[in-house]
């Protein structure tokens, strides 16, 4: 038993419910509220933009919801997915620490964002919509909304960073090989977008710029399209929770409970996924896991952002979320871990951060790189650059835990593989990468136009 090193749960283990942390939260999430009134918004107001289902659950209160049986028979062509034992890379770094991680580029689009798309896509398609809109940075969750909307039948529009369109063009190819359309943004196809243009005719996009264009094109269709997130709304969070779920089953196989829980920031949805059934395990149960954050140095939204109110989008036209934010109209350094590179984040992860339940670090890009390689090269997997945020934050609690002679259960995700990211990788190997400290200056700017609310 000792020297097993990859716990696998049959398929009758993926779990038949979501767990939302609503339910177990200290105190309830600040409300959402209407960009125009400031006051809370209601289900109408979201209804132009998400399924009626969805809308419910992102205010549920209920502690579990069912997944529905549709939904759980596509998770069955990649869950449960695989939780390892990391020996190799605990030789690599000599620690006495034991390190576990858990797979979710093991899915069919490469990261944990199947877990959300495919039920988004169910909802919607309940409802009788007949496609999704959606933005996509690094194009994880372009390619999982495009395979989830194939499973479903239906169209799918992605607006996708201009960036990013051109860094990595095998990513578009796989939306369209799913039947989605692919649209570089900012573009000329939205108002935002041509706002933007007018402005800025080089701007090489970015997410909160995306989301203006791919809410604008779902709320003039006339009720023909909806829009879909792949991160930040409490829904998407929950969804994510099958990943946590099963890890609690799959450290009972190795015998071992975690010291700490270790996940890449974005928008927080797969540090949510894995860390939050552990929570609920601190509140109800007794147990004292620590859980750390890990973001870019270049887009520190926890460790550097402010508590308050802000548009999801750049043009504005998002509901006011209350969350740790760099500025709506924040410009992210052209970092490669794209999927990182969001102005704000989840409002659950921002009101765990800021009650203390949570840890949060910040690491250059020169070192997540250095995490990368030194994974691969003992694990033998590619993680994809956002992923290597996490490696990096497991590898310091290693170092910490080496340093102070104890043994230390360290789990993280690694929420996806990097076999569309390895331009990323030729620029790292060739010496050609940099690190971007976010400076303090450009933060004051982005503050400026943080909305009002009274
Ligand atoms: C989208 C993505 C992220 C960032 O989003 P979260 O909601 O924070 O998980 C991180 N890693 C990968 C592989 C992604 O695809």
């Given at each position: 038993?000792?020297?097993?090193?990859?716990?696998?749960?049959?398929?009758?283990?993926?779990?038949?419910?979501?767990?939302?942390?609503?339910?177990?939260?200290?105190?309830?999430?600040?409300?959402?509220?209407?960009?125009?009134?400031?006051?809370?918004?209601?289900?109408?107001?979201?209804?132009?933009?998400?399924?009626?289902?969805?809308?419910?659950?992102?205010?549920?209160?209920?502690?579990?919801?069912?997944?529905?049986?549709?939904?759980?028979?596509?998770?069955?062509?990649?869950?449960?997915?695989?939780?390892?034992?990391?020996?190799?890379?605990?030789?690599?770094?000599?620690?006495?620490?034991?390190?576990?991680?858990?797979?979710?580029?093991?899915?069919?689009s490469?990261?944990?964002k199947?877990?959300?798309?495919?039920?988004?896509?169910?909802?919607?398609?309940?409802?009788?919509?007949?496609?999704l809109t959606t933005e996509t940075g690094a194009g994880q969750w372009g390619t999982a909304l495009a395979?989830?909307c194939?499973?479903?039948?239906?169209?799918c529009i992605v607006y996708m960073v201009k960036i990013s369109y051109q860094q990595k063009p095998y990513r578009r190819s796989m939306m369209q090989t799913f039947g989605a359309s692919v649209t570089p943004s900012p573009s000329n196809t939205t108002?935002a977008g041509?706002?933007i243009l007018?402005?800025?005719?080089?701007s090489t996009g970015s997410l909160g710029i995306a989301i203006s264009e791919a809410v604008?094109a779902?709320?003039?269709?006339?009720?023909?399209?909806?829009y879909a997130l792949g991160?930040?709304?409490?829904?998407?969070?929950?969804?994510?929770?099958?990943?946590?779920?099963?890890?609690?089953?799959?450290?009972?196989?190795?015998?071992?409970?975690?010291?700490?829980?270790?996940?890449?920031?974005?928008?927080?949805?797969?540090?949510?996924?894995?860390?939050?059934?552990?929570?609920?395990?601190?509140?109800?149960?007794?147990?004292?896991?620590?859980?750390?954050?890990?973001?870019?140095?270049?887009?520190?939204?926890?460790?550097?952002?402010?508590?308050?109110?802000?548009?999801?989008d750049t043009?504005?036209?998002?509901?006011?979320?209350?969350?740790?934010?760099?500025?709506?109209?924040?410009?992210?350094?052209p970092?490669?871990?794209g999927g990182?590179r969001y102005?704000?984040?989840?409002?659950?992860?921002?009101?765990?951060?800021?009650?203390?339940?949570?840890?949060?670090?910040?690491?250059?890009?020169?070192?997540?790189?250095?995490?990368?390689?030194?994974?691969?090269?003992?694990?033998?997997?590619?993680?994809?650059?956002?992923?290597?945020?996490?490696?990096?934050?497991?590898?310091?609690?290693?170092?910490?835990?080496?340093?102070?002679?104890?043994?230390?259960?360290?789990?993280?995700?690694?929420?996806?593989?990097?076999?569309f990211d390895?331009s990323?990788?030729?620029?790292?190997?060739?010496?050609?990468?940099?690190?971007?400290?976010?400076?303090?200056?450009?933060?004051?700017?982005?503050?400026?136009?943080?909305?009002?609310?009274?």
């Amino acid at each position: 038993m000792s020297d097993t090193i990859r716990f696998d749960l049959p398929q009758s283990d993926i779990p038949h419910q979501w767990y939302n942390i609503q339910a177990d939260l200290p105190r309830p999430l600040p409300p959402v509220l209407h960009p125009g009134t400031h006051q809370p918004v209601g289900p109408d107001d979201l209804a132009p933009l998400f399924p009626m289902q969805l809308i419910m659950q992102e205010v549920s209160q209920d502690k579990y919801l069912d997944i529905p049986e549709e939904v759980r028979e596509i998770y069955k062509l990649w869950r449960p997915t695989p939780l390892l034992r990391a020996r190799r890379l605990e030789k690599a770094l000599d620690t006495p620490a034991h390190i576990y991680y858990k797979y979710e580029g093991a899915s069919p689009s490469g990261s944990h964002k199947l877990n959300t798309a495919t039920a988004q896509a169910y909802y919607n398609k309940q409802e009788g919509i007949m496609g999704l809109t959606t933005e996509t940075g690094a194009g994880q969750w372009g390619t999982a909304l495009a395979q989830a909307c194939s499973f479903f039948d239906m169209e799918c529009i992605v607006y996708m960073v201009k960036i990013s369109y051109q860094q990595k063009p095998y990513r578009r190819s796989m939306m369209q090989t799913f039947g989605a359309s692919v649209t570089p943004s900012p573009s000329n196809t939205t108002n935002a977008g041509r706002a933007i243009l007018e402005r800025d005719p080089d701007s090489t996009g970015s997410l909160g710029i995306a989301i203006s264009e791919a809410v604008e094109a779902a709320a003039t269709s006339g009720g023909k399209y909806k829009y879909a997130l792949g991160s930040v709304l409490n829904h998407v969070l929950m969804h994510q929770t099958v990943i946590g779920q099963e890890c609690l089953k799959q450290m009972e196989l190795a015998g071992e409970y975690p010291d700490v829980v270790v996940g890449p920031t974005g928008g927080g949805s797969n540090f949510a996924g894995i860390m939050l059934p552990f929570l609920e395990r601190n509140l109800n149960a007794g147990k004292q896991v620590r859980f750390l954050a890990v973001e870019p140095a270049a887009c520190p939204s926890l460790t550097r952002g402010k508590y308050v109110y802000d548009f999801g989008d750049t043009g504005g036209m998002t509901p006011l979320v209350k969350m740790y934010t760099l500025g709506h109209d924040f410009v992210p350094a052209p970092l490669h871990a794209g999927g990182l590179r969001y102005h704000g984040m989840a409002s659950i992860i921002c009101e765990l951060w800021d009650q203390n339940l949570i840890e949060a670090q910040a690491v250059a890009q020169l070192e997540t790189f250095e995490a990368a390689l030194t994974f691969a090269r003992a694990e033998g997997i590619v993680p994809a650059p956002e992923a290597a945020h996490g490696i990096a934050g497991a590898i310091h609690e290693a170092n910490a835990a080496k340093e102070a002679g104890e043994k230390r259960v360290i789990l993280f995700n690694l929420c996806g593989h990097g076999h569309f990211d390895m331009s990323a990788y030729d620029a790292y190997l060739a010496g050609e990468l940099e690190d971007y400290e976010y400076p303090a200056a450009a933060i004051e700017a982005a503050m400026a136009n943080i909305p009002v609310v009274g």
